[in-house]
């Protein structure tokens, strides 16, 4: 059974910074594109960054300059660094992956709330 369980989320004022991560877990053979991606309540779940297995990165043109994302294979552990945090990036955070463990598959963590106050 794969696991991802996501940390670091919490209450912010406008202009700081959080560090989130997403530890994977099971039997896992190989893990390719990690990603995060939050969803605001009333809207779709949106991609906030994606890190290829070595180290391509895409963000979303509203985080760029602020938030990096960053993993560690030997830990595979995915880490998404947000600075000058905004109000309107109030949302859950929610870290995926692809794995192989018994066939090639996306998982999901649980989800972990941010909250920027202005």
């Known amino acids: 059974q794969v696991q991802l369980v996501e940390s670091g989320g919490g209450l912010v004022q406008a202009g700081g910074s959080l560090r989130l991560s997403c530890v994977v877990s099971?039997?896992?053979?190989?893990?390719?594109?990690m990603a995060w991606y939050r969803q605001a309540p009333g809207k779709q779940r949106e991609l906030v960054a994606s890190?290829?297995?070595?180290?391509?990165?895409n963000y979303a043109d509203s985080v760029k300059d602020r938030f990096t994302i960053s993993r560690d294979n030997a830990k595979k552990t995915v880490y998404l660094q947000m600075n000058n945090l905004k109000p309107e990036d109030t949302a859950a955070y929610y870290c995926?992956?692809?794995?192989?463990?018994?066939?090639?598959?996306?998982?999901w963590g649980q989800g972990t709330q941010v909250t920027v106050s202005s």
């Open positions: 995926n992956a692809d794995v192989m463990s018994k066939t090639w598959t996306i998982y």
């Open positions: 099971g039997i896992i053979y190989s893990i390719n594109d």
């Open positions: 890190i290829a297995r070595f180290g391509h990165t």
